[in-house]
């Protein structure tokens, strides 16, 4: 038995980022999974929703909460990604101003990902957008 | 420490929470970087902070911190707080700057994250 969520972001909507992320640890915690898990899957969550917030237009978090596992989809459309391993480097970012006054453009979001998820796939097409799909065992 | 004795040392004012289930923290950390938050593996600490907003509240949510003090007077808005009340975090206000808040909550033996 599988749960299904979907929520939207639109690109520069703070406040908004993190809805996504919210919704889910209130489901996980009602599973009764436990605490170190899910803040590692809520993390991931969050980091991803402040890149669309942040870089992109408009987006999507698709979460799939299994038995097991949970496996995340969120997938913008936006400017996209030209380089993912430069990308991936804690430190690199090309965050505005603002999103710096805002607490985040430190270029740590897509490794920290990285460190959270057992699985983790990014595709990205210059000027199209960026789908992030990853999985978290429980 | 307890939150009633942060508040006490950082001169302090409680913005959201109660007092009666006063919490016991360890440790702490201070940072303006959300960025930098988010990467912490350690839950239950107090975060020291400059920055007061949303997302601030947010990530205190995701990385399961149990208290926020904002420093130099920065004001919780209307919004923060009915986040934090919601999500049972902890959140107070000092006059103090972060070093100043750091630096006595340090030496009264709230130890650092690393
Ligand atoms: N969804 C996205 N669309 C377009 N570019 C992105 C997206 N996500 C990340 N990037 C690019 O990759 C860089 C690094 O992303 P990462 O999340 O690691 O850091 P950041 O968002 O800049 O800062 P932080 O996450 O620490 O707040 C970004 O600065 C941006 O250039
Ligand atoms: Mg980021």
Redesign the pocket.
Known sequence: MALELAFKISGGDFSNAGKASSRIKKVLKQLNIDAKSIKKIVVAIY?AE??VA?HAWKGEVKATVGEENILVVVSDCGPGIENISLAMKPGFSTASKEVREMG?GAGM??SNIKKNTDELNIESRKGEGTTLTFRCYY | MKISEIIKYADARIVSGSLATDKDLEKAFSSDLMSDVLTLDEESILLITGLANLQLVRTAEMADIQAVLLARGKPASAEMIELAKENGLVLLETPFSIYKASGILYAKGLKAVY
């Open positions: 980091e402040v890149n942040a985040f979001g897509l």
